[in-house]
């Protein structure tokens, strides 16, 4: 969804100078050519690992019922708000999908290579669900119907729960990331030229429009499709992607000013932690929109300057490389596994908590052999290559000459190792 400034011709003569670079103020070119392969951002696999386990969490919390209460209050308090992993994972493709943007490649390209990396995964991990349903005797009616409507991807536009949640729930995410890619050319030609304020002030708006949402939805949406408007529509999410170019842009023009990596994962953890008080549509989507705004930035920009990160490490690098394949897999695995041992059973904490390294560890099995032998083959295949790949737009001066060319003009040492510096590379 490209959100609605509300600008009318005499609001938009007013706020122009916001939205436009003063032109002392750009320092740097755009960022359009290829990015070194050394100066990748490590730490964003590493949260997408972090983000697929919190939507593990509150799905294995959901499905494993615990006997006291108590140990169902501290269970909640840890687990019931991983829905805003989900949250994560949006703004983290806008901000990647930014980042990795280069010129010379077509949008056909751009496309196949999007394709590749949501659809074949996805398919196998439909059949698999589908085969989890039919092993525990739950194959909905018109089975046929939300077959199609889930395998393209669409489910998600209609307002039936049943619809938008059939056969492999956690799909429904994938259709507003599908919305989201074919809607990045768009933001991208619009915002890569716009100036350090007027990146700021349409972060403020975007956040603001989020928290918006479950407030219109009070109010202008039938009270059973509210969750549906809030949560699952692609229009409503769209402005966490966009919000992850504008972060991508601030970093990249050097404009970003917030807290680093120790703090802002501080402040995400606080924040997590309090949302359990908010109303149930703003917990699940609004409730950390500030604090993943700080934290994605403070993450690139640890990668970019050596500085400390927990999400750097081998083993953490890897899982958030099979990430995908475990978040299609996850569900399937802990709905289908207390289908056969029987929902109706409570459990003390130490026995759920087993049940739940079970279904983990069981969700990595699978998730391995679909991310090394279908996804990773299929990007190869359909995408040309393992390269991140993004759109290209006009082709315009390189960061590089654009830089020199500015240290030339101003005489400055400092203009030319900072255009140097911009040729910056995002992995995917």
């Known amino acids: 969804m490209v959100p609605g400034l509300g600008a009318t011709r005499r609001r938009e003569l007013c706020c122009r100078s916001v939205f436009r670079s003063p032109p002392r103020a750009r320092k740097e070119a755009p960022l359009t050519e290829p990015r070194s392969a050394a100066q990748r951002l490590p730490s964003l696999t590493g949260l997408r690992f972090a983000a697929a386990l919190l939507v593990f969490a509150v799905h294995a919390y959901s499905m494993i019922p615990l006997a006291d209460p108590g140990e169902r209050r501290v269970a909640r308090l840890l687990a019931d708000a991983g829905d805003l992993g989900v949250s994560v994972f949006f703004v983290l493709s806008g901000f990647v ?197 700080l934290l994605i930035p403070a993450a690139a920009r640890a990668d970019l300057t050596g500085a400390w990160s927990m999400w750097r490490g081998r083993v953490i690098q890897h899982f958030g490389e099979v990430s995908y394949a475990f978040f299609l897999v996850h569900l399937t695995v802990v709905v289908t596994g207390m289908e056969l041992i029987g929902r109706e059973k409570t459990w003390s904490a130490p026995a759920a908590l087993a049940l739940t390294v079970a279904f983990l560890l069981l969700s990595y099995a699978l998730a391995v052999p679909l991310h090394r032998w279908v996804e990773r083959p299929a990007m190869r295949l359909l995408a040309g290559g393992r390269r991140p790949v993004a759109l290209a737009l006009p082709r315009q001066r390189s960061a590089a000459t654009a830089g020199a060319a500015a240290a030339r003009a101003e005489g400055s040492s400092h203009a030319r190792a900072h255009a140097h510096g911009s040729s910056v590379d995002a992995q995917r």
């Not at 930014?98 to 949501?118: H, M, N």
């Open 97 to 293: 999908l930014t980042w990795s943007a280069r010129t010379g490649l077509k949008v056909a390209r751009y496309l196949r290579a999007r394709i590749a990396r949501i659809y074949p995964a996805h398919l196998v991990a439909l059949a698999l669900a589908l085969g989890g349903l039919a092993l525990t005797d739950r194959v909905p009616p018109a089975v046929g119907e939300l077959l199609v409507t889930t395998a393209l991807l669409v489910q998600a536009w209609d307002p039936r729960e049943y619809v938008y949640l059939a056969i492999n729930p956690v799909t429904w995410s994938l259709s507003c990331e599908i919305a989201f890619y074919l809607s990045f050319p768009l933001w991208y030609a619009g915002l890569r030229r716009v100036g350090r304020y007027g990146l700021w002030s349409l972060a403020v708006l975007l956040i603001a429009g989020v928290w918006l949402m479950p407030a219109l939805a009070e109010v202008a949406i039938a009270p059973e499709h509210r969750r549906w408007f809030v949560y699952a529509f692609p229009l409503t999410r769209m402005l966490e992607f966009a919000l992850g170019i504008v972060l991508a842009r601030l970093v990249i023009t050097d404009a970003w000013r917030g807290p680093g990596l120790p703090l802002a994962l501080l402040l995400w953890v606080g924040n997590y932690l309090i949302v359990e008080w908010l109303p149930a549509q703003t917990r699940d989507t609004a409730a950390t929109v500030v604090a993943t705004a």
